[in-house]
């Protein structure tokens, strides 16, 4: 799939910066190459990541490869008090607010379910897996922003997948009626696992905003400029009480859909590789370089920082420092335990207690 | 050898073969094959106009499963994992269950809902319910769950056949057992339950992934010199229940393993009958052992959660001693 004619870009392919009218920039050198430096970080504990799983420290990965604009660039637009729902790959946007890398692997470890970081002091929500079903949590979150007249946006993650779901399309009504401060921030990666975006959208998703009143936008995925902007602009109007905004980043998964996954059985090599050329760390290299914001000795500084922080997420999952303690799973069920959980909890306990006796 | 996987894939294909209208649809069921290769080849071999790889939209493939049924087509929906059935849920029990009924015998729903369920696979979270309990007590609902390949085709094949919805639970864990045997239809309408290993000292209850722990444990204590009784009952709704009943009023002692959470539990229906059924011949107060009354937990914790080998013996050890002093 191409961009539409409409599509915002900032940053070319060939890495040249073109100003767009409605949708400025408004970044300082440092910001811009504070974008580079995440790029480079998500990209590399990613790739991390998925060396982890093979090695049995993960027991499932969704890589990000390919979606590192989409997902920096929309995040580093989100200030404090702006929340963020994740669907379930949005790695690249808890790295971006700060949160621990390794915080955010160990669901994938499997030891916790959600999220291991702090939702409070991170604003970015729990994975949700249930595809879509985070969107009608967006609206509502933002409905209660709303009434605390607390002028902060929410970002909702969207898989193009996720826009065969009822409960988005609800979403995107609701929040028009509402005006609740939501920016749907679609990643179309173009794969809802194996289901191709041709074979589940007839037009481009952003413009079904128009029927439910709400504006959409397409904006180059791969662009973390353009994706920076374009978000930017969709926070500042729902931060001013001006209402939702549909957000389409066009991109492209060259990863597996997950670790388990295997793409040759549904997607040609030539068009993973035509993507392969676009990929947005190379035309951001070239714009920094180019523009003479960074030498290349600042590029391998970076590249040296994110093989520290790659060592780190290695080290802090191969230590697993505090696995999780099977009688956990009674916890936090209910405020109060009931009775029959009580009781089951007793027996449970009895039981190990009993069986380690006798082995 | 023939896999689980094979038999249900062999199922699919001889039916959409033995009748036209007979279709598929779900989430990647295309190319890909399912996420298990339940459907592998069948988009090749039947082309996309029977095979329909759908957007991600479970209440819509049932809805549409409905009016198709109501169109005179016979769809097979696939759920990618148990708990994305949960969206489809209003439509199973608002539409699919009831049509028969509230068109006064117009209207049959031939449709079949295949749901991968159960745990023990390692999975992400929202991958390993056994969800059997919301719809078993849905009047106008089948329920079915096989537990080995063999039984799985027939089964399958019996469910495509019925003019009436089926809930068709798949064991995921056991999509990979493998069974020397061959494939072959069952007349319609057998019975909805079997005895996988006769006893006289106590009757073992499972279901679809708990038979093989059943038939585990009656071996076991066959060395021990206590002989356990195992029905697999691979129809939940309707329930065979006089095989039960049989057993256990011979046996005066009964256990029921399943996956899902014991309380609130399908096993709850089995003890009941059990009590108001064979009250004079119980020898014990009939036993359930399930998981525990917690959301499925993280993968690291699932065997401390999931029902075992080691805790379906210790249930049946307390059956048999109930009563006696020592
Ligand atoms: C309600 C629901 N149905 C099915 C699934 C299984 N599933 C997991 S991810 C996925 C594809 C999601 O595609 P998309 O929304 O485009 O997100 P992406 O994986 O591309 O990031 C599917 C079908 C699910 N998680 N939830
Ligand atoms: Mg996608």
């Known amino acids: ?359 | 050898m023939t896999t689980f996987v094979t038999a249900l894939n062999t199922a699919l294909s001889d039916s959409m073969k033995a009748d036209p209208r007979v279709l598929l649809m779900g989430e990647d069921v295309g190319d890909l094959g399912g996420v298990f290769r339940v459907t592998d080849g069948l988009i090749a071999q039947f082309g996309e106009d029977r095979v329909l790889n759908t957007p991600i939209s479970e209440s819509t493939l049932v809805g549409a499963a409905v009016g198709l049924a109501m169109g005179g087509y016979r769809p097979v929906v696939e759920m990618q994992f148990d708990s994305f059935v949960y969206p489809a849920f209003a439509q199973i029990t608002w539409h699919l269950s009831r049509f028969r009924y509230r068109s006064r015998g117009q209207l049959t729903m031939p449709v079949v809902i295949r749901v991968p369920y159960g745990g023990n696979i390692g999975a992400a979270e929202h991958h390993s319910d056994s969800p059997e309990a919301y719809f078993v007590p849905t009047p106008g609902l089948k329920v079915f769950t096989p537990s080995t390949p063999s039984q799985g085709y027939a089964l399958l094949r019996e469910a495509i056949e019925d003019d009436d919805p089926v809930i068709f639970f798949e064991p995921k864990h056991d999509y990979w057992m493998k069974e020397d045997c061959e494939l072959t239809q069952r007349e319609p309408n057998a019975p909805g339950a079997r005895i996988a290993g006769e006893g006289s000292d106590l009757t073992l209850v499972g279901y679809g992934p708990t038979v093989k722990l059943c038939v585990a444990v009656r071996e076991y204590f066959a060395q021990e010199g206590v002989s356990i009784e195992v029905l697999d009952l691979f129809k939940l709704n309707p329930l065979e229940i006089n095989l039960l009943v049989g057993s256990v009023t011979r046996t005066g002692r009964m256990v029921v393993v399943h996956e899902a959470p014991v309380f609130g539990g399908f096993g709850g229906e089995l003890v009941a009958r059990a009590a108001s059924d064979c009250f004079a011949a119980l020898k014990a107060p009939p036993l359930r052992v399930g998981a525990m009354s917690t959301p499925y937990p993280a993968a690291a914790l699932e065997h401390e959660y999931l029902p075992g080998m080691d805790r379906i013996v210790d249930a049946v050890d307390a059956s048999l001693r109930y009563g006696v002093t020592t």
């Not at chain 1, 100003?19 to 995440?38: F, T």
């Not at chain 1, 607010?97 to 291991?116: F, H, T």
């Not at chain 1, 920016?183 to 952003?206: D, I, M, T, W």
């Not at chain 1, 209402?243 to 040609?268: F, M, N």
């Open chain 1, 1 to 359: 799939m191409e961009l539409d004619p409409s599509a915002v870009q900032l940053l070319s392919e060939d890495g040249t910066f073109t100003e767009h009218p409605e949708y400025p920039l408004g970044l300082s050198d440092a910001d811009i190459i504070g974008l580079y430096r995440r790029l480079i970080l998500v990209r590399r504990a990613d790739v991390e990541a998925i060396n982890l799983q093979r090695q049995g420290y993960l027991k499932l990965w969704g890589p990000v490869f390919g979606q590192e604009a989409a997902q920096v660039g929309s995040a580093a637009a989100l200030q404090p008090g702006d929340r963020a729902f994740p669907q379930g790959r949005q790695f690249g946007v808890g790295l971006t607010v700060g949160i621990d890398p390794a915080e955010m692997l160990s669901v994938w470890r499997g030891e916790i379910q959600g999220g291991g970081w702090s939702v409070e002091a991170s604003g970015i929500a729990l994975y949700t897996f249930p595809i879509g079903s985070q969107a009608p949590h967006a609206v509502g979150y933002g409905m209660a922003l709303q009434r605390d007249q607390k002028n902060a946006a929410v970002i909702a993650y969207l898989g193009d997948g996720a826009f065969g779901t009822g409960d988005v399309h609800e979403s995107l009504l609701w929040s028009a009626l509402y005006k609740s401060p939501v920016v749907f921030f679609c990643e179309n990666n173009q794969y809802a696992l194996s289901n191709p975006v041709e074979r589940s959208a007839p037009l481009p998703l952003f413009r079904r905003s128009e029927g439910f009143g709400l504006p959409g936008v397409q904006v180059d995925g791969n662009d973390v400029l353009g994706c920076y902007a374009v978000t930017a602009r969709a926070a500042r109007r729902a931060r001013a009480g001006e209402g939702p905004t549909l957000v389409e980043a066009l991109t492209y998964r060259i990863g597996p859909h997950t670790t388990s996954d295997d793409p040759d059985r549904y997607r040609k090599a030539d068009e993973v590789a035509t993507w392969r050329m676009r990929d947005p760390i190379i035309r951001m290299r070239d714009f920094v370089l180019g523009a003479g914001l960074v030498t290349r000795a600042d590029l391998d500084a970076i590249d040296q920082e994110a093989e520290v922080c790659a060592t780190a997420v290695r080290a802090a999952c191969v230590a697993d420092p505090a696995p999780v303690q099977p009688v956990q799973m009674f916890d936090h069920v209910y405020g109060t335990r009931p009775q029959h959980l009580e009781a089951e909890r007793r027996a449970w306990l009895a039981f190990n207690e009993e069986t380690q006796a006798t082995s």
